[in-house]
């Protein structure tokens, strides 16, 4: 399990993360929800262990743990199988062995045989962050982190990545903290929704759920969170936040 207990984090410029109560269980895949910028990737590289909080602890029992990036960051002078076959490289894997595991996992993310030989120059923004997904689950990790993997993809990409790496986790039967700004993308992965103030950023509400698939089902759960005061003032715009105030004011 990765516990979060009382995590404080404070940057120069002020705080960001006030008061942090947070768990993820295994074979269990929570999405953090927050306007941009407030302090969601911050918190994903807290669990990562890439920063120290200022106060409270993070425990991680996880055995292994890899993470996606919001960009592929791939290897460019590799073809898609090299760079999905990386962490078995570092691994000391023989070559025939690696090749032939990579391939068979971005043969399952959606790849043809004739993509396999390419190199990231040559493929979509959507196959290159296809490759950085099957990277990071190649290795079997029982923690993914991911980062907003799908910001930069376009809406029908992004569904079908978000049903793949849902099916992915379901399948491994590993733990996934994943973070996003979008409500609907919120409610087509997460077992459980925890939802971020504006910075510095405390955990608002927390929601278990069954992830919804189809469209009508997707935006009446994400209208069914906005109907929440505390969800819709916390994934407000910082403008509708300040008019709001403005109005209750006068």
């Known amino acids: 399990m990765l516990r979060l207990g009382d995590v404080r984090l404070d940057f120069a410029d002020g705080p960001v993360l006030a008061g942090i109560d947070l768990a993820v269980?295994?074979?269990?895949?929570?999405?953090?929800?927050?306007?941009s910028g407030c302090g969601k990737t911050t918190l994903l590289r807290l669990a990562a262990g890439v920063l120290a909080p200022t106060g409270g602890q993070v425990e991680n029992a996880f055995r292994d743990a890899a993470m996606v990036f919001q960009e592929p960051r791939l290897l460019p002078w590799a073809d898609a199988r090299d760079n999905a076959a990386f962490g078995f490289k570092a691994r000391g894997l023989p070559a025939a062995a690696r090749r032939a595991m990579a391939e068979e996992i971005l043969i399952r993310l959606g790849f043809g045989p004739?993509?396999?030989?390419?190199?990231?120059?040559?493929?979509?923004?959507?196959?290159?962050?296809?490759?950085?997904?099957?990277?990071?689950?190649?290795?079997?990790?029982?923690?993914?982190?991911?980062d907003e993997p799908f910001a930069a993809l376009d809406v029908g990409l992004r569904a079908e990545l978000q049903r793949i790496v849902r099916a992915e986790v379901e399948r491994a039967g590993m733990?996934?903290?994943?973070?996003?700004?979008?409500?609907?993308?919120?409610?087509?992965l997460a077992d459980r929704i925890v939802v971020l103030s504006p910075r510095p950023a405390r955990v608002v509400a927390q929601i278990e759920q069954r992830p919804a698939t189809a469209p009508d089902?997707?935006?009446?759960?994400?209208?069914?969170?906005?109907?929440?005061?505390?969800?819709?003032?916390?994934?407000?715009?910082?403008?509708?936040?300040?008019?709001?105030a403005g109005r209750v004011a006068g």
């Open 217 to 244: 089902a997707v935006y009446a759960a994400a209208a069914e969170l906005l109907r929440r005061p505390e969800v819709a003032d916390a994934l407000a715009p910082p403008e509708a936040t300040v008019a709001g």
């Open 175 to 188: 733990a996934a903290l994943f973070v996003t700004h979008d409500i609907t993308e919120a409610v087509r």
């Open 25 to 35: 269980r295994p074979g269990e895949l929570v999405v953090l929800l927050g306007r």
């Open 114 to 146: 004739g993509d396999l030989h390419k190199r990231p120059p040559a493929l979509s923004g959507g196959m290159q962050q296809r490759v950085a997904i099957a990277r990071a689950l190649a290795l079997a990790p029982d923690l993914v982190l991911m």
